[in-house]
């Protein structure tokens, strides 16, 4: 899922709220669900800003 990082960064919060995950913010100020080791970055290209997301490993 990609877009707007505000919007794509209420979806996760939403999705996380709806099954009792909880949601943490990385320095850098972008969401991330731990218990499926999910960050969702925010990302420039040129002059356009999206998002991608990022799987890590619960360690």
């Known amino acids: 899922m990609g877009g707007r990082p505000s919007w794509v960064a209420q979806r996760v919060m939403d999705h996380a709220e709806r099954h009792?995950?909880?949601?943490?913010?990385?320095l850098e100020g972008?969401?991330?669900i731990e218990a499926l080791g999910l960050v969702v970055r925010a990302?420039?290209?040129v002059?356009?800003?999206t998002t991608r997301p990022v799987?890590?490993?619960?360690e």
């Open 20 to 26: 009792g995950m909880g949601i943490v913010f990385t």
């Open 30 to 32: 972008n969401p991330a």
């Open 43 to 45: 990302q420039r290209s």
């Open 47 to 49: 002059d356009v800003l």
């Open 55 to 58: 799987f890590v490993a619960r």
